[in-house]
């Protein structure tokens, strides 16, 4: 499956920005999928991710209550619906894929084995 973001780009601190993964190539309904995101001088971390039947969302501890993970397997899409951005969630954010099954290992990238090619997201005044 081949997976392309879009959403990004430049907001203000306190506002809303949805990013969304269309998958082609696949069906998303056999995946469990997921945000990660990496800035300047990071590593790439776990922002969010939900199970494949969209039942369990797991989320970083950063963006718990901000940041909400949804997937609309009919449109083959995901999203990541970003509320009260901080500037400190500047970065480009991923989207990615897996087909893995459990629950204990959402937030480790190397499980992951689709991509998107990232989209910047910049949230300054």
């Known amino acids: 499956v081949q997976l392309v973001e879009s959403g990004g780009g430049l907001v203000q601190p306190g506002t809303s920005l949805r990013l969304s993964c269309e998958a082609s190539?696949?069906?998303?309904?056999?995946?469990?999928l997921a945000w990660f995101r990496q800035s300047p001088g990071n590593e790439r971390e776990f922002v969010t991710a939900?199970?494949?039947?969209?039942?369990?969302?797991y989320h970083a501890e950063s963006v718990r209550g901000r940041f909400t993970i949804s997937r609309d397997n009919a449109k083959n899409t995901f999203y990541l619906q970003m509320n009260s951005l901080k500037p400190e969630d500047t970065a480009v954010y991923y989207c990615?894929?897996?087909?893995?099954?459990?629950?204990?290992?959402?937030?480790?990238?190397?499980?992951?084995?689709?991509w998107g090619q990232g989209t910047q997201v910049t949230v300054s005044s």
């Open positions: 990615a894929a897996s087909s893995r099954t459990g629950n204990s290992w959402y937030y480790q990238s190397r499980f992951y084995s689709a």
């Open positions: 190539g696949g069906s998303l309904g056999t995946y469990s």
């Open positions: 939900i199970s494949r039947n969209g039942h369990n969302r």
